[in-house]
């Protein structure tokens, strides 16, 4: 049966997300809120906790993982970005938006996409999470928190207690999210495409009408 952890969304009490962390760096599955959805998060090196993240999506796995790192300095780190796609990040970061970059050497292959070698990557504007990652001190591997068979993601922290309390090992409970996923932008090849549209504006990545 999972911890249940209810934070305060702006101002987070430190001991109660260090100890989230604690679960983390031992091996755990977490569930937490974001400025989009609630996700679903391990430690960056962990396999079998990435297996158990598919096996609530049911998801294979070719499934991509997004990092999420704590500024955009770190997200510098695990990807490569040139000075144009700096300064376009450094717009929208932190925000509810997940970029696909070309991945570094810092990156696990296993995390990379196998053909494009990319990775998502994300920096989002939540007092949580910032905290979070700032314990940690190295990004978070993460998935959305989409149910199989749904549509929409996860927002509500009692209904994800009641469903998965079985199969993850925290729930940090910030109240409940908007239930939209993220805006995913593929700045690969240098020239902004949307992926997907969701909560965040993505009118400055799209051509001129």
């Known amino acids: 049966m999972s911890q249940f952890f209810s934070v305060h969304k ?10 989230a962390v604690n679960i983390v760096e031992a091996g755990g599955v977490i569930a937490y809120p ?4 609630y996700a679903l998060g391990c430690a960056i090196g962990n396999k079998e906790a990435m297996r158990r993240i598919r096996k609530i999506r049911e998801v294979g796995d070719r499934h991509d993982f997004t990092l999420v790192c704590k500024d955009l300095s770190e997200l510098s780190l695990y990807a490569k970005i040139d000075n144009g796609i700096y300064r376009l990040l450094k717009r929208f970061t932190p925000g509810p938006y997940t970029f696909i970059l070309t991945a570094t050497r810092e990156v696990p292959r ?3 996409n196998p053909k494009r070698k990319t990775i998502g990557l994300r920096v989002p504007d939540d007092p949580v999470v910032s905290m979070l990652l700032g314990f940690l001190e190295e990004p978070l591997m993460s ?8 549509m929409l993601p996860m927002n509500d922290p009692l209904d994800i207690r009641e469903r998965l309390e079985h199969l993850l090992d925290l729930v940090i409970d910030a109240g409940p999210c908007d239930a939209e996923p993220t805006s995913v932008i593929d700045l690969v090849d240098g020239v902004p495409r949307v992926l997907r549209r969701g909560k965040g504006d993505t009118g400055a990545f799209e051509p001129a009408a």
């Open 143 to 150: 998935s959305t928190l989409i149910l199989p068979g749904e």
């Open 34 to 37: 974001t400025d989009s959805s």
């Open 10 to 19: 702006v101002n987070p009490q430190p001991r109660l997300i260090r100890e």
């Open 110 to 112: 296993r995390l990379q």
